[in-house]
C-alpha cells in the first residue's frame, strides 16, 4: 500500500534525496512557474499575449501559444503545483530505483499540459492533449509491476483515449465551420457558430471528449482507479491538473459555444449528477485517498455545472473555485501521502492520534480541509458562498441545482473531517503498520504553502481578485464588468443561509458517516458497477477479437488462397458489372489455322497439367504450354521473347525434373476432382479474360511505343528496339532485375546445400 | 487472334488456380508457372499484336519503315520472364527444402507459424 515507503525499510534511515535527478525537475519547474508570475502583471491588466511559428502553413496550422486569463490561471496552477510536487516526490521516493523515470514522466507530462492549457491552434491543442493522454499512463502505470497498476493505467488511457478521438473530430469539425484553426481567431467570432449546421455534432464530440478526461459520470470509473499511481501523481495529476483539461477546453470554448439550450441543459445535468454521485461514493470510501479522488469528481463536475451558465456570478464562481479546489485538494492528496509514509497505512478506521506525532502536518491539513468545508474565513467559504450565489442564478432551474450542490457541499463537508481531522484528532484507531513520524520539510513543504495560500486568499481576497479571477471572467466572457466581487462578509443572504445549512448537514452527515458509509456499501455492492462492467466489456472485445481471428486466420493455406483469388474474382466481376461488358473489334476475333492450333497446344498442355497424376506427364505437359507460349512471342515479331522464354522454360523443365526425384510420387497423393474449387478457378478465368478483352476495346496509347521507336537509333544508336529499352533506356530496372536473379540463386543454392551440410541434426 | 488468345489465357489462369488451390506444393508450382505463362501473355496481348514484323529498324534507316510489332511490351514481358523465372527457382528449391525439414508436401500440414488450436 505504501508505495513510497518501498523505498526503504522501516529501520532504516530513509536516504536524502536522488542527486540532481531529483533536483534539477524541481529547478525546471520553479522556472517556468517565475516566467508565468513575470506575465502575470500585462495579463491582470487585461491584455494577451499571442505567439505563433508555422507548423503546416499550407492548411492554416502554426505552433500558436496564447496567454491569456484563463490560460494564465492554469498554467500558475500547473507549474505551481508542479514544483511542490516534484519537491515532494523528491523525498517521497528517496532512493527509488527508477526515480529518474519517474521525474522524467512528471516532468514531460507537466510540459505537455502547459502546452494544452497555452495552445492556440486547435491541432496543436490536440497533440498536447494526448501528449498529456500518454505521460498520464505512464504514470498511473508506475507500479507496472503489479497486475492492479497495469489494468488501471490501460483504462484510462481507453477511456480518455477514445474520448480524444471524439474530441479531434469535434476540433476538426470546429476548425471547418469557423474556417480556421486559430483558437483566438474562432474566440473573435463570437457566438457566429451557434448558426452553422455543425453546431450539434461539433458540441456533442467536443463534450464527449472533454467528459472523458474530466471523468463526468458515466465516464468517471477511471478516475479512481487512477489513485493506483504514487500519491504525488494523485495530486498532481488527479486534482490540480489533467482531470482540469476537460474543464479548461470547455471553458475555453465557452465564449463561442455558450449560451444554447443543448450546451446549458448538457452541462448543468451532468455536472449536478457527478457532483451528487461522487459525494455520496466519496463518503462510502474507507481508504482516504479514494475518498479524496471522488470529492475531486464531485469537484469536476461543479465546474462543468458553472460552466453551462452564463452569468458572471457562475463565471465568477468558476474562477474561484477552480483555484480554490486545486490548492486545498493537492494540499490534502499530499497530506495523505505523509500520513501514508509516516504511519504506513491510509485506512480511515485504523488511523489516530496523528496529530501528536505529525503536528505540522495536521495543521496545514486543518487548513486545508477548512477550506474544503468552506469556513470562513478561508478561500473555499468565499467560494461555496459564489457557488450558491451562481447556482441560483441559474434562471430555469435555481432549485435543483442549489438543492445538488447543497448535498455535495454538505457531504464535502464531511468527507474533509474524515480526511483531514480525523486521522490526526481522534484516539488512535488501531495499531499502525508503523510508527508515525513527521514529514521531513520538502514533503511539508507542499501542503503548508498550499493551505496557507487558501488562507491568505480568504483574508485578503482582493489579491486573488484583481491578479487571476477577473483576468479569467475577461477570457470567459469578454467583459470585466460582469465580475461578482469576492468578499467574506456579504450580509444576510440566501447564500449565506445555505452555508448554515451546510454546515448544519455537512455535521450531520459526518457524525453518521459509519452508519452511512455501511447501508451504502450494501447498496453499492448490490448496484451494477461500471467498473465490473469495464472487465466484462474488455474480456468481451478479446473473446470477439479472438472468434474472428480464428475464422480469418484457419492456419490452412488454401483457405487463404481461395480468399485471394475470391477477392480477385469479385473484384474485377465488379469493376466490369460497373462499366458494361466490352463490345470487341470484329477484327479481333478472325482466326487462322495456325491460330487455331496455337491456341490447341497450349490449352491441352494446361488441361493435362492440371488433372495428370503423372510426374512425367506433368513436366512434359508443363513444357508444352511454355513452347506455346514461345510459338505466340514467334508468329506475333518477338524473337527476342522467344528466344528467352525457350531457354528459361528449358531450365524449368530441367529444374522441375531435378527436384521432383526427390519428392514424393505425385501419385502417392490423391489427386480428386475439387469441383469447388474447379468453380473458382473458371470464376477467376472468366472475370480474367473479360478484363482482357475490355483491355483490347480500349484504344492502344502508343506514346511511349512512337518515343522509343523514333528515338532508338538516333539516341541510343540501336537497330533493335527491345533491347535498346532493356539496355538502355531501362538499363536501371535491368539491373535491379539481374540483381533478383543472382538473389534468387544464391538464396535456392543456400537452402539446396544446407540441406545436405546440415543433416539429421537440423531436422527434428 | 486476340480474342482467341484472351480465351487461351482465361483457361490456362484457371488451370492454373485449381493447381494452386490443391495444397499440395508440387502441384502448386506447376501452377506457379502456368500463371507466370499467363501473365506474360496478357501483356503482350494487350499491347496488340501484329504478325511476322519484330521491331527492328533496317540498316541505314532512321526509325523502323511502317507498322511494327509494338516493342514496349515485348520489353516488360522480357523481364517478367527473368524474374518469374527466379520466383519460381527459388520456389522449388523452398518446397524441396520443406521436404526435407517438415516431412511433408502437403501446404495443410505445415502448420509450425499457426499452429493448431487444442481442443478443449
Same mark, same amino acid.
Given at each position: 500500500?505504501?508505495?513510497?515507503?518501498?523505498?526503504?525499510?522501516?529501520?532504516?534511515?530513509?536516504?536524502?534525496?536522488?542527486?540532481?535527478?531529483?533536483?534539477?525537475?524541481?529547478?525546471?519547474?520553479?522556472?517556468?512557474?517565475?516566467?508565468?508570475?513575470?506575465?502575470?502583471?500585462?495579463?491582470?491588466?487585461?491584455?494577451?499575449?499571442?505567439?505563433?511559428?508555422?507548423?503546416?502553413?499550407?492548411?492554416?496550422?502554426?505552433?500558436? *501559444?496564447?496567454?491569456?486569463?484563463?490560460?494564465?490561471?492554469?498554467?500558475?496552477?500547473?507549474?505551481?503545483?508542479?514544483?511542490?510536487?516534484?519537491?515532494?516526490?523528491?523525498?517521497?521516493?528517496?532512493?527509488?530505483?527508477?526515480?529518474?523515470?519517474?521525474? #522524467?514522466?512528471?516532468?514531460?507530462?507537466?510540459?505537455?499540459?502547459?502546452?494544452?492549457?497555452?495552445?492556440?491552434?486547435?491541432?496543436?491543442?490536440?497533440?498536447?492533449?494526448?501528449?498529456?493522454?500518454?505521460?498520464?499512463?505512464?504514470?498511473?502505470?508506475?507500479?507496472?509491476?503489479?497486475?492492479?497498476?497495469?489494468?488501471?493505467?490501460?483504462?484510462?488511457? *481507453?477511456?480518455?483515449?477514445?474520448?480524444?478521438?471524439?474530441?479531434?473530430?469535434?476540433? @476538426?469539425?470546429?476548425?471547418?465551420?469557423?474556417?480556421?484553426?486559430?483558437?483566438?481567431?474562432?474566440?473573435?467570432?463570437?457566438?457566429?457558430?451557434?448558426?452553422?449546421?455543425?453546431?450539434?455534432?461539433?458540441?456533442?464530440?467536443?463534450?464527449?471528449?472533454?467528459?472523458?478526461?474530466?471523468?463526468?459520470?458515466?465516464? %468517471?470509473?477511471?478516475?479512481?482507479?487512477?489513485?493506483?499511481?504514487?500519491?504525488?501523481?494523485?495530486?498532481? #495529476?488527479?486534482?490540480?491538473?489533467?482531470?482540469?483539461?476537460?474543464?479548461?477546453?470547455?471553458?475555453?470554448? %465557452?465564449?463561442?459555444?455558450?449560451?444554447?439550450?443543448?450546451?446549458?441543459?448538457?452541462?448543468?445535468?451532468?455536472?449536478?449528477?457527478?457532483?451528487?454521485?461522487?459525494?455520496?461514493?466519496?463518503?462510502?470510501?474507507?481508504?482516504?485517498?479514494?475518498?479524496?479522488?471522488?470529492?475531486?469528481?464531485?469537484?469536476?463536475?461543479?465546474?462543468?455545472?458553472?460552466?453551462?451558465?452564463?452569468?458572471?456570478?457562475?463565471?465568477?464562481?468558476?474562477?474561484?473555485?477552480?483555484?480554490?479546489?486545486?490548492?486545498?485538494?493537492?494540499?490534502?492528496?499530499?497530506?495523505?501521502? =505523509? $500520513?501514508?509514509?509516516?504511519?504506513?497505512?491510509?485506512?480511515?478506521?485504523?488511523?489516530?492520534?496523528?496529530?501528536?506525532?505529525?503536528?505540522?502536518?495536521?495543521?496545514?491539513?486543518?487548513?486545508?480541509?477548512?477550506?474544503?468545508?468552506?469556513?470562513?474565513?478561508?478561500?473555499?467559504?468565499?467560494?461555496?458562498?459564489?457557488?450558491?450565489?451562481?447556482?441560483?442564478?441559474?434562471?430555469?432551474?435555481?432549485?435543483?441545482?442549489?438543492?445538488?450542490?447543497?448535498?455535495?457541499?454538505?457531504?464535502?463537508?464531511?468527507?474533509?473531517?474524515?480526511?483531514?481531522?480525523?486521522?490526526?484528532?481522534?484516539?488512535?484507531?488501531?495499531?499502525?503498520?508503523?510508527?508515525?513520524?513527521?514529514?521531513?520539510?520538502?514533503?511539508?513543504?507542499?501542503?503548508?504553502? #498550499?493551505?496557507?495560500?487558501?488562507?491568505?486568499?480568504?483574508?485578503?481576497?482582493?489579491?486573488?481578485?484583481?491578479?487571476?479571477?477577473?483576468?479569467?471572467?475577461?477570457?470567459?466572457?469578454?467583459?470585466?464588468?460582469?465580475?461578482?466581487?469576492?468578499?467574506?462578509?456579504?450580509?444576510?443572504?440566501?447564500?449565506?443561509?445555505?452555508?448554515?445549512?451546510?454546515? $448544519?448537514?455537512?455535521?450531520?452527515?459526518?457524525?453518521?458517516?459509519?452508519?452511512?458509509?455501511?447501508?451504502?456499501?450494501?447498496?453499492?455492492?448490490?448496484?451494477?458497477?461500471?467498473?465490473?462492467?469495464?472487465?466484462?466489456?474488455?474480456?468481451?472485445?478479446?473473446?470477439?477479437?479472438?472468434?474472428?481471428?480464428?475464422?480469418?486466420?484457419?492456419?490452412?493455406?488454401?483457405?487463404?488462397?481461395?480468399?485471394?483469388?475470391?477477392?480477385?474474382?469479385?473484384?474485377?466481376?465488379?469493376?466490369?458489372?460497373?462499366?458494361?461488358?466490352?463490345? #470487341?473489334?470484329?477484327?479481333?476475333?478472325?482466326?487462322?489455322?495456325?491460330?487455331?492450333?496455337?491456341?490447341?497446344? @497450349?490449352?491441352?498442355?494446361?488441361?493435362?497439367?492440371?488433372?495428370?497424376?503423372?510426374?512425367?506427364?506433368?513436366?512434359?505437359?508443363?513444357? $508444352?504450354?511454355?513452347?506455346?507460349?514461345?510459338?505466340?512471342?514467334?508468329? *506475333?515479331?518477338?524473337?527476342?521473347?522467344?528466344?528467352?522464354?525457350?531457354?528459361?522454360?528449358?531450365?524449368?523443365?530441367?529444374?522441375?525434373? @531435378?527436384?521432383?526425384?526427390?519428392?514424393?510420387?505425385?501419385?502417392?497423393?490423391?489427386?480428386?476432382?475439387?469441383?469447388?474449387?474447379?468453380?473458382?478457378?473458371?470464376?477467376?478465368?472468366?472475370? $480474367?479474360?473479360?478484363?482482357?478483352?475490355?483491355?483490347?476495346?480500349?484504344?492502344?496509347?502508343?506514346?511511349? +511505343?512512337?518515343?522509343?521507336?523514333?528515338?532508338?537509333?538516333?539516341?541510343?544508336?540501336?537497330?533493335?528496339?527491345?533491347?535498346?529499352?532493356?539496355?538502355?533506356?531501362?538499363?536501371?530496372?535491368?539491373?535491379?532485375?539481374?540483381?533478383?536473379?543472382?538473389?534468387?540463386?544464391? =538464396? &535456392?543454392?543456400?537452402?539446396?546445400?544446407?540441406?545436405?551440410?546440415?543433416?539429421?541434426?537440423?531436422?527434428? | 487472334?486476340?480474342?482467341?488468345?484472351?480465351?487461351?489465357?482465361?483457361?490456362?489462369?484457371?488451370?492454373?488456380?485449381?493447381?494452386?488451390? +490443391?495444397? %499440395?506444393?508440387?502441384?502448386?508450382?506447376?501452377?506457379?508457372?502456368?500463371?507466370?505463362?499467363?501473365?506474360?501473355?496478357?501483356?503482350?496481348?494487350?499491347?496488340?499484336?501484329?504478325?511476322?514484323?519484330?521491331?527492328?529498324?533496317?540498316?541505314?534507316?532512321?526509325?523502323?519503315?511502317?507498322?511494327?510489332?509494338?516493342?514496349?511490351?515485348? &520489353?516488360?514481358?522480357?523481364?517478367? @520472364?527473368?524474374?518469374?523465372?527466379?520466383?519460381?527457382?527459388?520456389?522449388?528449391?523452398?518446397?524441396?527444402?520443406?521436404?526435407?525439414?517438415?516431412?511433408?508436401?502437403?501446404?495443410?500440414?505445415?502448420?509450425?507459424?499457426?499452429?493448431?488450436?487444442?481442443?478443449?
Amino acid at each position: 500500500m505504501a508505495e513510497g515507503a518501498a523505498a526503504h525499510g522501516p529501520g532504516e534511515t530513509p536516504p536524502k534525496g536522488n542527486g540532481a535527478i531529483g533536483v534539477l525537475p524541481i529547478l525546471f519547474a520553479l522556472a517556468l512557474f517565475a516566467a508565468f508570475l513575470a506575465a502575470l502583471p500585462t495579463v491582470s491588466a487585461g491584455e494577451r499575449l499571442l505567439w505563433t511559428i508555422d507548423w503546416v502553413p499550407s492548411l492554416g496550422i502554426g505552433f500558436a *501559444f496564447m496567454v491569456d486569463g484563463l490560460s494564465l490561471t492554469f498554467a500558475l496552477l500547473i507549474s505551481g503545483i508542479g514544483t511542490l510536487v516534484l519537491l515532494y516526490s523528491n523525498s517521497y521516493l528517496a532512493g527509488h530505483p527508477q526515480y529518474g523515470r519517474f521525474a #522524467l514522466y512528471l516532468t514531460s507530462f507537466m510540459v505537455a499540459m502547459l502546452g494544452l492549457v497555452l495552445a492556440d491552434d486547435l491541432i496543436v491543442l490536440f497533440v498536447f492533449w494526448e501528449l498529456t493522454t500518454i505521460t498520464s499512463y505512464l504514470l498511473i502505470g508506475f507500479s507496472h509491476e503489479t497486475e492492479k497498476g497495469r489494468r488501471n493505467a490501460l483504462q484510462a488511457l *481507453f477511456v480518455t483515449g477514445a474520448g480524444a478521438l471524439a474530441f479531434l473530430a469535434g476540433l @476538426i469539425l470546429l476548425g471547418f465551420a469557423a474556417g480556421t484553426t486559430r483558437i483566438s481567431d474562432i474566440l473573435a467570432q463570437g457566438t457566429a457558430i451557434h448558426d452553422h449546421p455543425l453546431y450539434l455534432p461539433i458540441l456533442l464530440l467536443l463534450l464527449l471528449g472533454a467528459f472523458t478526461k474530466s471523468a463526468q459520470v458515466p465516464f %468517471h470509473f477511471w478516475l479512481p482507479n487512477a489513485m493506483a499511481a504514487p500519491t504525488p501523481v494523485s495530486a498532481f #495529476l488527479h486534482s490540480a491538473t489533467m482531470v482540469k483539461a476537460g474543464v479548461y477546453v470547455m471553458a475555453r470554448v %465557452h465564449p463561442s459555444m455558450a449560451g444554447t439550450d443543448v450546451w446549458l441543459w448538457t452541462l448543468t445535468i451532468f455536472g449536478v449528477i457527478t457532483a451528487v454521485y461522487a459525494s455520496i461514493l466519496a463518503l462510502r470510501q474507507t481508504d482516504l485517498k479514494q475518498s479524496l479522488a471522488y470529492t475531486t469528481l464531485m469537484a469536476l463536475g461543479t465546474l462543468t455545472l458553472f460552466l453551462g451558465q452564463e452569468s458572471g456570478y457562475a463565471m465568477t464562481a468558476f474562477a474561484t473555485f477552480l483555484i480554490v479546489h486545486s490548492l486545498y485538494k493537492a494540499a490534502l492528496f499530499l497530506v495523505i501521502g =505523509s $500520513v501514508d509514509h509516516g504511519a504506513g497505512t491510509r485506512e480511515a478506521d485504523l488511523l489516530g492520534g496523528l496529530g501528536r506525532a505529525m503536528p505540522v502536518t495536521a495543521i496545514a491539513a486543518a487548513v486545508a480541509a477548512m477550506s474544503m468545508a468552506g469556513f470562513p474565513p478561508f478561500l473555499g467559504f468565499i467560494g461555496k458562498e459564489l457557488k450558491y450565489a451562481g447556482a441560483l442564478a441559474v434562471a430555469s432551474e435555481p432549485v435543483l441545482v442549489a438543492g445538488g450542490v447543497l448535498l455535495a457541499n454538505a457531504l464535502m463537508f464531511a468527507v474533509a473531517g474524515i480526511v483531514a481531522f480525523r486521522p490526526f484528532w481522534r484516539p488512535a484507531g488501531g495499531d499502525l503498520p508503523r510508527k508515525p513520524h513527521e514529514a521531513p520539510w520538502p514533503m511539508l513543504a507542499g501542503p503548508v504553502l #498550499l493551505a496557507a495560500l487558501g488562507a491568505l486568499f480568504g483574508l485578503n481576497p482582493d489579491l486573488l481578485q484583481v491578479s487571476l479571477v477577473n483576468p479569467t471572467v475577461l477570457s470567459l466572457t469578454g467583459s470585466e464588468n460582469e465580475v461578482v466581487e469576492l468578499k467574506l462578509w456579504a450580509g444576510v443572504n440566501l447564500p449565506l443561509v445555505l452555508s448554515i445549512a451546510t454546515f $448544519v448537514l455537512g455535521l450531520l452527515f459526518y457524525l453518521a458517516h459509519r452508519p452511512l458509509r455501511a447501508s451504502l456499501a450494501g447498496f453499492f455492492a448490490a448496484a451494477p458497477s461500471l467498473d465490473r462492467g469495464w472487465d466484462g466489456f474488455m474480456d468481451a472485445l478479446k473473446r470477439s477479437a479472438g472468434a474472428v481471428t480464428d475464422i480469418i486466420q484457419t492456419g490452412r493455406m488454401t483457405d487463404y488462397f481461395v480468399a485471394t483469388f475470391a477477392t480477385i474474382a469479385i473484384g474485377l466481376a465488379a469493376a466490369m458489372g460497373f462499366r458494361g461488358l466490352p463490345s #470487341l473489334d470484329p477484327a479481333f476475333g478472325a482466326v487462322s489455322w495456325i491460330d487455331l492450333a496455337l491456341a490447341g497446344l @497450349i490449352l491441352g498442355g494446361a488441361a493435362l497439367t492440371a488433372f495428370t497424376s503423372s510426374r512425367i506427364a506433368a513436366i512434359a505437359a508443363l513444357g $508444352v504450354v511454355g513452347i506455346g507460349t514461345a510459338l505466340v512471342f514467334i508468329f *506475333f515479331g518477338a524473337p527476342d521473347v522467344a528466344i528467352t522464354q525457350l531457354m528459361v522454360e528449358v531450365l524449368v523443365v530441367v529444374l522441375v525434373a @531435378i527436384v521432383m526425384l526427390r519428392l514424393p510420387r505425385l501419385d502417392a497423393a490423391p489427386n480428386p476432382f475439387r469441383p469447388g474449387h474447379a468453380g473458382l478457378a473458371v470464376a477467376v478465368g472468366t472475370v $480474367v479474360t473479360l478484363a482482357l478483352l475490355a483491355v483490347l476495346t480500349a484504344p492502344l496509347d502508343r506514346r511511349l +511505343s512512337d518515343y522509343f521507336e523514333a528515338t532508338s537509333w538516333p539516341e541510343a544508336f540501336g537497330r533493335n528496339i527491345v533491347n535498346v529499352i532493356l539496355v538502355d533506356f531501362r538499363a536501371l530496372d535491368t539491373f535491379g532485375e539481374v540483381a533478383v536473379v543472382v538473389v534468387a540463386a544464391l =538464396s &535456392a543454392v543456400a537452402l539446396l546445400r544446407q540441406g545436405k551440410a546440415g543433416g539429421k541434426g537440423e531436422t527434428k | 487472334m486476340e480474342a482467341l488468345l484472351a480465351l487461351t489465357i482465361g483457361v490456362l489462369v484457371a488451370a492454373a488456380v485449381y493447381l494452386m488451390l +490443391s495444397g %499440395h506444393m508440387f502441384r502448386f508450382i506447376l501452377g506457379l508457372v502456368l500463371i507466370s505463362n499467363a501473365a506474360n501473355l496478357t501483356i503482350f496481348t494487350a499491347g496488340r499484336l501484329t504478325e511476322g514484323v519484330p521491331a527492328l529498324i533496317a540498316v541505314g534507316a532512321e526509325a523502323p519503315d511502317g507498322l511494327v510489332a509494338n516493342p514496349l511490351p515485348q &520489353a516488360l514481358v522480357l523481364t517478367a @520472364i527473368v524474374i518469374g523465372f527466379g520466383l519460381f527457382a527459388f520456389a522449388i528449391t523452398l518446397v524441396k527444402r520443406a521436404w526435407t525439414e517438415l516431412g511433408t508436401v502437403e501446404a495443410d500440414e505445415m502448420r509450425l507459424a499457426e499452429p493448431r488450436k487444442e481442443k478443449p
